[in-house]
Structure formats: C-alpha cells, structure tokens
C-alpha cells in the first residue's frame, strides 16, 4: 500500500516538473532570442557594445570596429503566456537598425524628419522603413519593424536554428543598407 | 517616428563597452558548444548570462563578468582591464521518491556541508539542487578576440573552467 501511494506521489510530482518546464521554456523565450541576435551579430563580425532592457523591451546595439558601422535592436516577445503561445505559436516584435556616420547627419535627419510631418502616418506598421538619428555620434539610422515567428528558429527543446535566423537578420541588415545609402546620397549625405 | 536610441547609455570611449565586446563574445563561443543564453541581468557593474547547456548534467549555467579596473582612462594605463570572472553551475535532481530523498540527504548533502570546498570549486547544496562555482582573475584584453585563433583562445578558456565545475557536480547527479 505504501509503496503503491509513493508510486503516485512520484507521478504527481513528475508531471508537475514537466509542466513547470513547459513554462518556463516559454518564460525565457525572448532572452533567448535576445541571446540568438547576440551570438549572430559576433559572427557577423560585429561586437555588442550595448545591452539594455527596462524588463518587456530589449535593446541591443552592435557596432563593426573596422568601419564604425552600428546595428541597433528592440526585441519583445509577444507571446509570454504559455496558452496564448500553444494557440497563436510564439511572436516577437523586433525592430533592426543599420547605422552609419555621415557627413553633416544634422541636416540630413531634418531633411528625413520633414517627409514624415503628419500625425497620419503608423510607425509601428511591420516592414516600414523609418529613419532615426544619434547626433551626438554622428549617426543616422534606418530601422523597420517586422513580426517574427520564434518557433522556426527555437524547437521545444530550445536548440537554435542558427543558420535561418543569421540569413533573416543578414537579409534585413543588407536590405536596410542599401535603402540608407541610396537615400543619403540623393540628399548629399555620402 | 519612435525612436529607442535614448534607450542605450553613450559611452564615451569603446573602452567603456569592454564589458560588453567580451559579454558578446561569452554568448557566440558558449552558442558555438550548444549553450544558447537564456537569461541576462545587470546588478551594478555585474553582468550575469544565464546558459542552457542542451548536452549536459548541468540544468543551468550562471557566467559573471565583474570589472574591477580600467573604467577609466588612468585605471585602463595603469591596471589594465582586470575582471572577475565567476562560473556558476547547477544539477537539478529530479528525485521524488522518499526513500531516494533520504539517501540523498544522508550522503551527498552530508559530504557537501562537511567538506564544501574542492579545490578552488565551492559546493552548496539547497533542495533538489546542487551548485558548483569558481571565480577567476582575467585581463579582459587577453579574451577580446581579434580572430578565429583568439575565439578559440576564449573557447579553451570557458571549456576549462566548465569542465572543472561539471566534473565537481558530476557524482551529485542522479538519475
């Protein structure tokens, strides 16, 4: 009998840690991407010069010694709650930034604030290119937002798909810098 | 347009974001051996990364990078940039069953209050859990890799000391 009752305490508590981990696998989702985008950016040859987070949004800033040239994140996971995650799967908002220094980046970010005057326009629009500017670096951005889906890069044992997750952040990063040096030089900021 | 640049501190000079460059590298060379970081947090000059090593004993993994000197530009000349750095490291036992339970307590959590110290490996043991740690003394520029030789350098470095902690944590973990 008492071996019997032991049987199931030892079942009960079995489960119980199976679904403690479920929850928090899923708790520690957007670290983990915090940590993919790291890794990623190092062997892109960019160094991580800066890492801060105020607990929902994290923000991370790279920057390629050689040519001074930054990339900047906000990552937050849109799906923290494990029922809302097995239902729609699990979302991240990010933002990527490519920065560079330009010559006279004062000028040129009135010039880019001016297109976008009206109170119409949704910023938070996935796959909008804005434009933003660090004047005491001397850098302008252009960044957009995009709504990814965390489970093609992470299975449910948290290995990464690397290989998918550098190809989406080296696609973004080429496909912003191409836009920024194009615009800088039809206003004369190259 | 929403801008999160006044998000990031400005350091004023890149050798204020030493601490970050080698957190950077600490994160792609422990991704590299299936560690990816789970978790990050800042106390003061602390910069903790929480890993999840996926082909391990370990349940988790706690890397501290504490900077003592070369914040400044005297501190940088005159000192270096010395940091701390500590491994923390952590088996979970899955042990429900009575019996087990009291086995567990009468030997290993005997062992550990009786002798906590392995060399230069702290053991603690709390609950289900058993912690190994060990800090060493590092100049932060001999791990800042230039090239694939000088990630290897930090790979070879981080491996050591994680072997150290797992081989100290091994004859704790059951199941």
Redesign the interface.
Known sequence: MSEEL?KT??SL??AS?KRYEENKRNS?MD??L???V??S???AGY????????GV???L???K?ATKERL?F?LRNLTEDLVGAKVLGRHAHV?MGYGKTTTNPSKIWQIF?DE?KSGMID??EPGVI?????L??GYV?AQVPLLLELDQYFDV????N?PLIQNHIDATIHSLRKYLDGRLSMVGGV | MLSFLSKFKHAEEMRESKDEILTGEIVRAMARQNMPAIGFKTVGEDQSIIFKPLRSILYKLTITVDRKTGGSRLSQTMFGSKAWITFNAQVKNHVADPDDLLEMYKTDAKNIFKSPMFGDVKLDHQLNSVFASKRVTVDIDNYLPKDEAGVQTLTNFLQEHINDVTEKLRPFKKG
């Open positions: 032991e305490f030892v508590v079995d840690w520690w670290d983990l915090v940590g993919v790291i890794a950016n190092v062997e160094a991580l010069i800066d890492l801060e987070s105020d949004r994290h923000y800033r790279f920057e010694l900047i906000q933002i604030k976008v910023s938070h804005t434009f933003d500017a660090d005491t670096a951005y044992d948290s290995q990464v690397q």
